[in-house]
């Protein structure tokens, strides 16, 4: 689908992650709020009209009365009711035309619970067609281990073992999801181990 309808975003994408270098000191780094990995996709990204957005959004329910038992349902409704705020506080990192894009590299692994509802509500709202998490592939952790830092990046936060069983039972509704895994190919000093 991606491939098809929205070439342009993906090859954004694609140049993004073609151009993500990793170094030891980005992996060892405390990282603090943020991790300074994310930052290297957003330099990218940002220039290219990739934005950060948060919607919200009242609901507004009409009440049709019928005319009698067997009449028919007017064409007009006799109340209204508001409901503000009904959606509220959902937020994607970048958003480009109808394509939302998350890059979770080591925070808490319910954060994936966050994103996958948000695509999903943006999604059924018809403001994007499709989502796409970047996230820590399992190959990493061989990386981590190496560095010393595995505990930094323990079981409970974000990385595709994590996202697969959300996407399994299918917390992102309908909306289409594209999971990417980062792999150690993007550490240059890593010795070329993997291609």
Not at 59 to 67: C, D, E, G, H, T
Not at 74 to 84: A, G, L, M, R, W
Not at 119 to 135: K, L, N, P, Q, V
Request: aromatic share 10%.
């Amino acid at each position: 689908m991606l491939t098809q309808s929205f070439p342009t975003e993906l090859e954004e994408i694609y140049t993004a992650l073609r151009t993500l270098t990793i170094s030891k000191e980005d992996i060892v780094s405390p990282g603090g709020n943020e991790s300074p990995i994310p930052p290297k996709i957003s330099a990218v990204l940002e220039p290219l009209g990739w934005r950060e957005i948060k919607i919200s959004g009242d609901l507004l329910v009409k009440f049709y009365p019928r005319a009698g038992k067997k009449g028919r349902f007017s064409d007009t409704p006799n109340q209204e009711k508001i409901i503000e705020n009904y959606i509220d506080g959902h937020n994607i990192d970048f958003v480009k035309g109808r394509i939302a894009l998350d890059v979770e590299w080591n925070s808490k692994d319910q954060t994936y619970d966050r994103d996958l509802f948000a695509m999903r509500t943006y999604y059924e709202c018809d403001i994007i067609s499709a989502g796409i998490i970047i996230t820590r592939s399992e190959r990493m952790n061989e990386v981590f281990k190496m560095y010393g830092v595995m505990p930094k990046y323990g079981a409970s936060t974000t990385w595709m073992g994590k996202l697969l069983p959300r996407l399994d039972s299918r917390r992102h509704g309908g909306c289409p999801i594209l999971a990417i895994g980062i792999t150690p190919a993007c550490i240059p000093d890593w010795g070329g181990m993997y291609e």
